[in-house]
C-alpha cells in the first residue's frame, strides 16, 4: 500500500472540522496541571495553620495587602482590554493596555518584596524560623513565581511591540497567554483567602 | 515541517555531518520528529530496564540463602531504592510515552504531535534526568563527604530523608532528577493532549479513536493531575534540605504522615498512569490476533474514564497502618474495592473479544493472554489488600512486593513486550523472529512465576519487605532460593530478547506496510513510516478504517 492514503469515500463523512486551536488546548492542560501543584502547596499551609511551636504568628505580623491585590486583579482586566485592541487591529491601544498590564503586575511584585522586607528584617520571619513561615513563604513564592514568569513574558511582548512586530496574526498566541495571567490571578484570590482571611 | 527545522538547525554543524557516524548522532539529538523520539524513549527505557533488572537481580541473589554476604546492608538499601525509582520513572514512564509518543499521531492520521519541540525537549528532560539518578553513584558524595546512591526507598518516606538523617547529597539527586523526569512526563502529557484534541484527521471523531488513544488520553489527564502533588513534596522537601524550612520535620511540628500522603496522592494514580497503557496495547493487539473487533468499545472507554476518576481517590490504602480514623479506612478500603469494578469490566470485555475468535497465537498474543491471568491474580490480591485487618496483618511484607510485582511485570512489563513484537515490524521494517520470541515469552513466564508466586507465600509466612538478609530455619529459605531461580530464568529471558533485537535488526524478515493484517492507520502507511507519516492525510469513516479500505463489500461504517 506504500504510504497510500486510507481514503474512503470522503464524500459522506459527517464531520465538521471542528477542532479547538492546540494552543489554547496546551494551555489549558497546563493550567489543570498548575492547578494540581499549587492546590498541594495551599494544603500543606492550611494543615499546618495554627501548629507553629514558635512565633511570630500570623495575626501579629501579616497585614491585608489590599492595594496589591487591587492591581493585581485589574490587570486580569487590562489584558482583556489589550485583546480586545488587538482584536479590532488597534495595535497602538494594544500596546498601551499591554503596557499598563505590566505596570500593574510590577506593583504587585514590589508591594510583594516591600512585604518580605518589613517580615524578614522587621519581624524576624524566615523560612525556617517556624511552619508558619515555612508556609508562608513556599506559597506566596511560588505564586510570585509565577508572576515573574508571566512578568518576563510579558515584557518579551512588549519589546516585540514596542520594535513593531506586532500585528493580528498573533491573537490567538496573545489570547492563550492573557488566559495563563488570568489562571495567575485567580490563584492569588485563593491564596489571599488561604493566608489573609482564614490563615489569620 | 519537522524536516526545516532540523535544517536550520544543522546548517551550522556541517563539518559534523561530514563524518557519517557522528552525522547520523547529530541527526537524532536535534530531531523534533515524534517516531524518532517514541523510538529513544523506548530504547532508553529498555537500556534502564537491563540495569535495574540487573541491580533486582543483584538483590535476589543477596536473599537466595539466609545471612549470605552477597552485599552489606547500605549497598542493599542503595539497590532496592534504585531498582524501585529506576523500574517506575526510567523504565515504565518513557516506554509508555514512547509507545504514545510514536503511536497516537499515526493512529489519529497527524503528521507529528502538536509541539513537536516540546517533545523534544521533554525527552531531553527525561534523559538527563534519568542520568542524573544513576550519576548520584559517583556525586552522592557532594559537599558533606558521605553517602552514594541514593538509599531511603522510592517512596522516601519522611523524616528519614531530612538532613539530620540522610547526609551527603544523595536523596538530593532522587529528588532533583525525578524533579526533572516529570516536568519531561508532563510536557508529554499536555502534547498528547493537544494532539488528539486539534489533530485528528478527517472522520476521526472521539468516538472512532482506537482505544489505545482513549487511553493516552486518559493516562495524560492523570499524569497532569497526579505527578504535580509528587513534584511539590518533593519541592517542600528541598526547602527543607537547604532552606531549613519544616514541612516535614517533626522536631519542629511538621508531619511525616503528610509526605506520606503527598507522595500517594502521586504514588497511587501513577500505579494507573503505568497499567492503562498497557491495557492500551491488549485492546489493540488481542482483537487483531482473534479476528474480531473490539467486544463493547464503548464500555471499554467508559471503564477507562471511570478508573481514572476512582484511582485518584484511592492512596491512603497504602497508608492503613499509620493510624488513620476509622471512617478514613473504611473510605479508602471501599473506594479501593469500587476501582475493581470497571477494572473487572475490562476483563470481561478482552475475554469477550477472545471469544469465539479465530485465534492466531502468536508472541504478541501469547503476551497478551498472560496479562489478562497475571493481571487477574494482581487485581484479586489488590482486593485482599483492601481490607484494612488483612493489610495490617500483611503490608510491608512479601505479599505486598509479590501483589505489586505481579502488575508492574505480570501487567505492565508483559503488555510492554507484546507492544514491542507487535510494532517491531512497523517502526523497523523488519519482523522479530518467532521461535526466539516464545523461547522468550517461555522463560520469561516461567520466570515470572518461579519468582513472584513464591514471594506471596514468603510474605504470608511474615518475611518483612526491604530486609538486607535473614535468619535460616524459619520457612523462608527454599522459597527465597526458587525466588532467586526465577529472577536468573527472567533475566536469560530478557537476553534472549536483546538478542532477538540485534539479530533482527540485521536480518529479520522484511515486514512490508501490514504483516498482522491489522486495522489501524498505522498499519496504512509504510514501515517505517516516512517523516510526515502519511502522503495525503487519511479520512476515515469507521473505527476499522484499514478493514473499509480491505473490504470494500462489507464496511464496519455500516453497522457502526
Known sequence: MSAAPATIDATTTDWKPTMPYKGRVGVLALILTESAFFSIFVVAYIFYIGKSLTGPYPKDVLSMPIINTICLLSSSITIVLAVRALQRGSIRSFGIWWFVTLALGLEFMTGTAAEWHRLIYHEGLSIGTNLFGTTYYSLVGLHALHVTVGLILILLVMILTMLGYMNRNHIERIDCFSWYWHFVDAVWVVVFITVYVIGR | MAGSIEHELTLSADDLRSLPILGKVHEWVVTVDHKRLGVMYVAGGLFFFAIAGLQAMTIRLQLAMPNA???????FNRLLTMHGTAMVFLVGMPI???????????MIGARDLAFPRLNSF?????????????FSYIGGDGLYGAGSAPDVGWFAYAPLTERAFSRGNCTDYWILSIFLTSVGSTATAINLIATTFSMRCEGMTLTKMPVLVWLSLVVSFMMLVALPPLS????????DRFLGA???????????????HFFWIFGHPEVYVLVLPAFGFASEIIPVFSRKVIFGYHVMVAASCAIGFISVSVWAHHMFSVGMTPAGNSFFALSTMLVGVPTGIKIFNWLGTIWGGKLRFRVP????????FQFLIAGLTGIMLSVVPFDWQLTDTYFVVAHFHYIL?????????AAIYYWFPKITGRMLSETLGKWHFWLFLIGFHLTFDTLHFAGMKGMPRRIYTYQPGRGLDTLNLIASIGALVQGIAVLILIINVVKSLRSGEVAGDDPWDAWTLEWSTTSPPPEYNFATPPVVRSRRPLWDLKHPEDPDWRYE
Open chain 2, 365 to 372: 498474543m501469547l503476551f497478551s493472554l498472560a496479562f489478562l
Open chain 2, 409 to 417: 511485570v505480570g501487567a505492565i512489563i508483559f503488555m510492554d513486550f
Open chain 2, 96 to 106: 509508555l510515552t514512547g509507545f504514545f509518543n510514536y503511536l497516537v499521531p499515526l
Open chain 2, 246 to 260: 519544616h514541612f516535614f520535620d517533626t522536631q519542629a511540628g511538621g508531619s511525616a504522615v503528610l509526605w506520606q
Open chain 2, 122 to 134: 521533554g525527552f531531553w528532560l527525561w534523559f538527563f534526568g534519568a542520568l542524573l539518578l544513576y
Open chain 2, 232 to 239: 511539590a513534596a518533593q519541592a517542600m522537601l528541598l526547602l
Open chain 2, 69 to 75: 554476604g552477597i552485599v552489606p546492608p547500605e549497598v
